[in-house]
């Protein structure tokens, strides 16, 4: 996206680098990183940059807006309604496709966002180790709003943990360990001090919550929520028993899992913005559009992409039992934006917010990226491809 940086960059670039640079990335949790890291950071401009912090503040607009909770009611499923909802979501992430207009220029394109954590600890780790071995400018920097490392690291700790003790603090996951994400878990237990924990392994007593470390029984007073019921769904016939988390018990939760249905797929047919595409409950449309070849359909209720159709017919349409359950969101076009060795790549980028307590609005902290050669973006379609897989954007300082 910045032609020089991009050749200087390739120019330099070989795979005795990229090799070093992932055994040094691995070097600090064996085995912990199962997803494809990229060859390549993304290097964004200004302008490029600004439009998607635009976009964000605008959706952030309306989240903070007094009537955002009564819009949102109907986006909880009532069997996964959490006790407790705090005032707002500690963690916000806006994924952005890099994409091409009509008149062929560049611009963001929202594609999901989410209420939810994603690698706030990985990203700190990943971005430092890769500066290591390839150049990055100086004036360059995957942070946002003015963080560094230390600024940062400093206001996800009072999100995270606040005023408890380390110990008092867990990360809840199904299966922390088994995990493809469970390097960012690591990362998190590196920086932070608070223990990735199994909902398996919660202790209920009443209200309270407790879990095991070194063989203590340490209560709970803050959960870093991480359990995604989606997933909870698929796996509970395997899990066994396990503590009924929807209950009301005396601990805090960041984010509260309500924040994930609020702001997700649901909220994307009230934002009214250029860089945001047109999206529809598919139970509003009175008259489905004549070109529905430029529509996506997606199930309200799902994770990592599943439910999808992207080449729709009207039989799909007919299909859909519960069509207050699903958008229909107009396609965009990917930008074949980053030079390869090969075929360019797809970028898409995430853009991720801070919500301390007392904040009346969040703020941008840093991003991550995915580049790839397939379809969509995610794993499966990028087998066998290089130039593809997890990667971060910088930014110009002044952005």
Known sequence: MIPALRKAF????????YEAFLKDLHSKHPGAIEFRIAETPVFVSREFAKKMLDACESIV???????????????IPPHEKMA??????????????????????????????????????????????????FEIPSNFSHYAS????????????E???????????????????????????????DYLGIQPVCITELIQEGRELFYMINGKKTRIKRIYNRVIFDDLNAQKEKLGNYVDITQDFDVEWIPHSNWFYRISKFTLPFIN?????????????????????????????????????????????????????????????????????????????????????????PKAATNLARLSKGKMIGVRYNMDKEWVGGSVAYFDRDT
């Open 10 to 17: 390739n120019d330099h670039f070989t795979k005795e680098r």
């Open 61 to 75: 607009d309306f989240i903070t807006a007094s009537n955002f909770k009564l819009l949102t009611q109907r986006s």
């Open 84 to 133: 407790n909802e705090n005032d707002h979501s500690h963690m916000i992430a806006f994924d952005f496709g890099i994409c091409i207009n009509e008149e062929g220029e560049l611009e963001p394109q929202l594609i999901e966002m989410q209420g939810f954590p994603t690698l706030y600890g990985f990203q700190v780790y990943y971005p430092e180790v890769l500066s290591k071995h």
């Open 146 to 157: 003015g963080y560094n490392k230390e600024s940062y690291l400093h206001d996800l700790k």
């Open 159 to 189: 999100v995270i943990v606040g005023n408890e003790a380390a110990e008092n603090v867990i990360l809840l996951e199904i299966k922390p360990h088994e995990q493809k994400t469970r390097i960012d878990f690591y990362c998190t237990r």
């Open 273 to 361: 913005h250029p860089y945001v595409p047109q999206t529809f409950f598919l139970n509003e449309i009175k008259q489905l559009p004549g070109d529905l070849e430029n529509y996506v359909l997606k199930p309200l209720f799902s994770f990592a992409g599943q439910g999808v159709v992207i080449d729709i017919t009207q039989h799909d349409i007919d299909s859909v039992k519960d069509p207050e359950n699903w958008i229909l969101q107009r396609k965009v076009k990917y930008a074949d934006t980053i030079a390869t060795p090969d075929s360019p790549a797809k970028v898409e980028i995430r853009m991720m917010y801070l919500w301390k307590d007392g904040w009346k609005r």
